[in-house]
């Protein structure tokens, strides 16, 4: 069957975010955005995805666990999991290799943990937006070894895009799919500052419930109807390697 799906939303979490983006109200409005699949892609972060996952339980969407990185480069890479395990224990990892600058909540915004019911369960203290220790192909190849599909976040935007930070796709590490944040751009990318071949998706990058995507403007993909949970999920991430 075919499925729409949202592969970039930000959470209360992200300090961009907005206060209303609670785990619960995305699921929600996925819900009736008519969108079937949506991966929680905080910045530095998957505190929220637990609360998220119980959330789209209640709406029948399919959630995927995943977190926007930001390389040493100052690169955006998505990182998504077939698992909320996997999607936990390298948020483990990663506290180790965060910058710690403490969160300016007048300047930047909260960083809100969340339950299911929309509950404040913690802040995150220090700021998630910065870049990383690691740079790119370090931090991929951490995130893989810990089961993450990883690809270049909105390669057609200035702002923390590889194309535009490197000005070039670099050797290593290799990506089979990237991120165009507006589709009509994809062909004029496609064997130009992409490779011809690359598998691309389109994703909203949501960091206010209105730019959460309807199912008629998102990407679509083909997902067998007899899978479920976290063999769903495998199946996506396996279709775009």
Not at 25 to 35: E, R, T
Not at 62 to 73: F, H, Q, R, Y
Not at 119 to 127: K, Q, T
Request: charged share 25%; with cysteine.
């Amino acid at each position: 069957m075919e499925v729409a799906y949202d592969l970039h939303v930000h959470s209360c979490l992200s300090p961009c975010g907005d206060d209303d983006m609670t785990p619960a109200n995305i699921a929600g409005m996925a819900a009736l955005k008519g969108l079937s699949v949506v991966a929680l892609t905080d910045h530095n972060s998957a505190k929220n995805c637990p609360a998220f996952f119980k959330a789209c339980e209640e709406v029948g969407v399919l959630p995927i666990p995943g977190m926007e990185l930001t390389t040493a480069e100052d690169i955006h890479v998505v990182a998504l999991f077939k698992t909320l395990e996997e999607a936990m224990a390298f948020d483990t990892w990663l506290q180790d290799i965060r910058v710690r600058i403490p969160n300016r909540v007048d300047i930047f915004g909260r960083q809100q943990i969340m339950d299911e019911n929309d509950n404040v369960i913690g802040e995150e203290p220090d700021l998630l937006i910065n870049a990383l220790s690691y740079d790119i192909e370090s931090l991929v190849t951490e995130a893989r070894a810990h089961g993450a599909l990883c690809y270049p976040a909105h390669v057609d935007k200035e702002a923390n895009g590889i194309l535009a930070t490197l000005g070039f796709l670099p050797e290593e590490p290799k990506f089979s799919v990237f991120e165009v944040h507006d589709a009509e751009k994809i062909p004029a990318y496609l064997g130009t500052q992409l490779p011809g071949d690359a598998k691309t998706v389109t994703s909203s990058d949501a960091h206010y419930l209105w730019d959460i995507r309807e199912a008629e403007e998102a990407g679509r993909m083909e997902l067998p109807e007899e899978l479920a949970g976290d063999e769903a999920r495998a199946w996506i991430l396996g279709s775009l390697l």
